[in-house]
T-cell receptor
Framework: AQSVTQLDSHVSVSEGTPVLLRCNYS??????LFWYVQHPNKGLQLLLK??????LVKGINGFEAEFKKSETSFHLTKPSAHMSDAAEYFC??????????????FGQGTTLQVKP | DTEVTQTPKHLVMGMTNKKSLKCEQH?????MYWYKQKAKKPPELMFV???????INESVPSRFSPECPNSSLLNLHLHALQPEDSALYLC???????????FGSGTQLSVL
């Protein structure tokens, strides 16, 4: 079975400092992994997607994530946090089993707080 | 146009009411989805439509009835809901067999 575990429910950083949001995955197949962001009272926006090409994936708004198979991790990073980055972040794995195309499995989410 | 539009944005309904949520996209996507999201929780998949046919129903109670009248529209008909059904209902779309989903902003539903 596939699953994702977000290791921190809440992360607080100061504006201008690096961001690290941690995610571990479990998958019987070669996984497709995603990070989505959700601002308050909004829908979800795709930040980036890994699909077995480059292990370092660059996304929007300066975010990137590195796929590490040996550690089964897909951590999200950003060199310098901005106030507008404050939001809920979801690590997601795609259920690649036959018949389940498009079924996403979400982590529990990490709330990112950015302090001025 | 890369938007998924959901209406209404907010809905308050009684347990005996019948209401419908609407979702529209014009990206040519042939897969559309309904998700339910409770506060402070991740979204939970409810239904998936592929080429206007229901392909996944995640054992959703029959008081929720989806409908996909054409390739651009997705509806969720609500009847006899319970207060615990209060949540944010998200619609999404994608190309078939493509895991990149585009989400709408959701309908915040309150059942009294």
């Amino acid at each position: 079975a596939q699953s994702v575990t977000q290791l921190d429910s809440h992360v607080s950083v100061s504006e201008g400092t690096p961001v690290l949001l941690r995610c571990n995955y479990s998958s019987s197949y070669s996984p497709s992994l995603f990070w989505y962001v959700q601002h308050p009272n909004k829908g979800l926006q795709l930040l980036l997607k890994y699909t077995s090409a480059a292990t370092l994936v660059k996304g929007i708004n300066g975010f990137e994530a590195e796929f590490k198979k040996s550690e089964t991790s897909f951590h999200l990073t950003k060199p310098s946090a901005h106030m507008s980055d404050a939001a809920e972040y979801f690590c997601v794995v795609s259920d690649n089993r036959s018949g389940n195309t498009g079924k996403l499995i979400f982590g529990q989410g990490t709330t990112l707080q950015v302090k001025p | 146009d890369t938007e998924v539009t959901q209406t209404p944005k907010h809905l308050v309904m009684g347990m005996t009411n019948k209401k419908s949520l609407k979702c529209e996209q014009h990206m040519g996507h042939r897969a559309m989805y309904w998700y339910k999201q409770k506060a402070k929780k991740p979204p939970e998949l409810m239904f998936v439509y592929s080429y206007e046919k229901l392909s996944i129903n995640e054992s959703v109670p029959s008081r929720f009835s989806p409908e996909c009248p054409n390739s651009s529209l997705l509806n969720l008909h609500l009847h006899a809901l319970q207060p615990e059904d209060s949540a944010l209902y998200l619609c999404a779309s994608s190309q078939v067999d493509n895991e990149k989903l585009f989400f709408g902003s959701g309908t915040q539903l309150s059942v009294l």
